[in-house]
């Protein structure tokens, strides 16, 4: 499974960015897809999660700080998972990551996912 991690950028605060992540490879009936990030000097931090069984969303999660501004979402049909950014800050400022397990896992805990794509930039400037 090959992930790919599209759409970061610079922008200004307050300003919106779409991210991609689209797994080439295997399919699977049931999945966890998380968006993990990574500021300078700063351990990676998860984002936010998605988990589908049998084409369908089952549930999603976030982290405290992105919730009301970020919305994670997917089409299995592609096998890509999306992270809609609204109402960036500079502290959003990172790299961010795709992350896929073939199973449901604990979405926030980044060893648990077997797959990782690059990174993508996203700069928010203030």
């Known amino acids: 499974v090959q992930l790919q991690a599209s759409g970061g950028g610079l922008v200004q605060t307050g300003g919106s960015l779409r991210l991609s992540c689209a797994a080439s490879g295997r399919t699977f009936s049931r999945a966890t897809m998380g968006w993990f990030r990574q500021a300078p000097g700063k351990e990676r931090d998860f984002v936010a999660a998605l988990m589908w069984i049998d084409g369908s969303i089952s549930s999603s999660d976030y982290v405290d700080s992105v919730k009301g501004r970020f919305a994670i979402s997917g089409d299995m049909a592609k096998n890509t998972v999306y992270l809609q950014m609204n109402s960036l800050k500079p502290e959003d400022t990172a790299v961010y990551y795709c992350?896929?397990?073939?199973?449901?896992?604990?979405?926030?805990?980044?060893?648990?996912?077997?797959?990782w794509g690059r990174g993508t930039q996203v700069t928010v400037s203030s």
């Open positions: 992350a896929a397990a073939p199973r449901f896992v604990r979405p926030k805990v980044d060893y648990e996912y077997n797959y």
